[in-house]
Every structure is written in structure tokens, then in C-alpha cells.
């Protein structure tokens, strides 16, 4: 009887420690988070990016050294594959999510891939935070962890906002392979 009572008593105590950590489980995938390094041009790590679902979209966080100063085009671009050899055109092109138009400033835009520049001082950093509402973390048609992943690129210029299909942002300087690997 007394071995009984432990075994269901034990049994409880596992129960009760399963639904406490259900409940700390976010509903709809909310807090789920991502890490991946970006790569430059010559293959070397410039630091790392993290993504976090939040109920709004998709919190995106860098911590990046070595880039060149000045304002760059910041994309989700629809393929995980950043080969520097290629010059990251592997990574295809900006993630549409399902809207046809490029750019933050055109009647039709922007597509989940489109984000602000973003401004790199003298001394090579960008540490920066970006709120993306096109994107999603979960499974959809607006989510970056579809079969083949998505990338984060970093263009050499800055992005118009206008001109399609990419803003005239320039070539590709770095990248960062996003999938649910990582």
C-alpha cells in the first residue's frame, strides 16, 4: 500500500512538472528563436543574427563586425544558401511572401523580405534591432523556415525603396542562412 501511494504520488509530481512546462511553452510558436552567422564576401564569420517570433512578427537582433560604413539594403532573401563564391546569389531573390511589389515607399508594397536600411559607422559595427511584420517564424506562406530556409542579406549600397525588383541596392556583401537547424 505504502509503495502504492509513492509510485502515484511520484506520478503526480511528474504530471504536475509536464503541465508547468506546457504552460511555459508559448501558444503559436511566440517566442520560438533562430541564430545564424552571416558570412562576408571572403567566407569569414562578421558575427551573428537572432530571430524571435513575437505575436506582432519577427524580432530581428545583429551583433556584426567588419562591415563597410554607410547605409546598406537590408533583405530577407527566399533561399538559405549563402555561397560566397557566388556572391550570394544563391540566396535568390528577396522573400515575397506573397506580395508581388519591392519597397517600403511603393502602393503595393512592401514584401516580407523588405526591411529599412540600416546605417553602419566608421568602425564597422551594426548592432540593431528590426521588426519585421511580413515574416513569420511559424509554418505559412509568410514563414522563413519553409523546405529550403531563407537567408538574411546585406547589400553594398542602400535600398531605394522604389525601384523593383530589389531597391538597386547593389551586390551582396554578406549573408546569413536562416532554417530551423540552426
Not at 2 to 23: K, N, P
Not at 41 to 47: S, T
Request: hydrophobic share 40%; glycine share 16%; charged share 15%.
Amino acid at each position: 500500500m505504502i509503495r502504492t501511494a509513492r509510485i502515484a504520488a511520484a506520478c503526480v509530481l511528474a504530471l504536475s512538472a509536464s503541465v508547468s512546462l506546457a504552460a511555459d511553452e508559448p501558444a503559436g510558436g511566440e517566442g520560438k528563436t533562430v541564430h545564424a552567422t552571416v558570412i562576408g564576401l571572403d567566407g569569414n564569420a562578421m558575427g551573428m543574427i537572432t530571430l524571435q517570433q513575437t505575436p506582432a512578427g519577427v524580432l530581428l537582433s545583429t551583433d556584426l563586425k567588419g562591415l563597410p560604413q554607410g547605409e546598406h539594403g537590408f533583405h530577407f532573401h527566399e533561399k538559405g544558401v549563402c555561397d560566397p563564391a557566388a556572391k550570394f546569389k544563391t540566396s535568390g531573390g528577396h522573400f515575397a511572401a506573397g506580395m508581388p511589389e519591392h519597397g517600403l515607399m511603393v502602393m503595393d508594397g512592401p514584401h516580407g523580405g523588405d526591411m529599412p536600411n540600416q546605417y553602419v559607422g566608421p568602425d564597422g559595427v551594426l548592432k540593431t534591432q528590426v521588426l519585421n511584420t511580413g515574416v513569420t517564424l511559424t509554418p505559412g506562406p509568410k514563414s522563413l523556415l519553409d523546405a529550403d530556409g531563407s537567408a538574411l542579406v546585406i547589400h553594398a549600397g542602400q535600398d531605394d525603396y522604389t525601384s523593383q525588383p530589389s531597391g538597386n541596392a547593389g551586390g551582396r556583401i554578406a549573408c546569413a542562412v536562416i532554417s530551423a537547424g540552426e
